[in-house]
């Protein structure tokens, strides 16, 4: 059990030394087209990663599976409390149904509410995009959701100081 805490621990380690910004992965879910999961990964104050797991109900419904890479404005528009950034960027995103499969690349725009004294945001998000496989189309995806944010060195540091 102690060698499966150890890797565990190793492999997350590994996965944040290149990005010293937070150390933080917000996890929450978003609903819209389409529906599911959404994480988030900073890389730096204004680049991220967004990864989403999720269920398209329109057109041929299937599993949606995708990557955007984000970059954020925070100069925009200002807040008293907390952050609201702008955010923008591309993505790639695979989408199952039935017996095919579409992928497709998308230009995410979004808003996100971060709040200040709590590890959380909301966020709107529209991306228009265009399919590539099996047959080039129009892709409309949005949705509006939220995220929680952990701490993985700490988590980290709390883990291999058990071990």
Not at 14 to 22: G, I
Not at 112 to 123: C, G, H, I, R
Request: aromatic content about 16%; overall charge neutral; charged content about 15%.
């Amino acid at each position: 059990m102690k060698q499966l805490i150890f890797l565990l621990a190793l492999f997350t380690a590994l996965s944040t030394s290149a990005q010293d910004f937070k150390g933080l992965y917000g996890v929450g879910l978003a609903v819209g087209e389409p529906s599911g999961f959404s994480i988030k990964k900073f890389n730096s104050a204004t680049h991220a990663f967004q990864y989403t797991l999720g269920y398209s109900t329109t057109g041929n419904s299937g599993i949606n599976l995708g990557v955007d890479f984000l970059l954020h404005d925070y100069e925009f528009i200002s807040a008293n409390k907390g952050s609201i950034p702008l955010y923008y960027g591309l993505g790639a995103h695979v989408k199952s149904y039935e017996n095919e499969s579409q992928i497709y690349v998308r230009v995410p725009l979004g808003v996100s509410y971060q709040f200040k004294d709590f590890p959380a945001d909301v966020f709107f998000e529209f991306s228009p995009g265009i399919a590539v496989i099996p047959s080039p189309n129009l892709v409309v995806n949005f949705g509006v959701g939220g995220r929680f944010y952990f701490d993985i060195k700490r988590a980290v540091k709390k883990v291999e100081g058990t071990i």
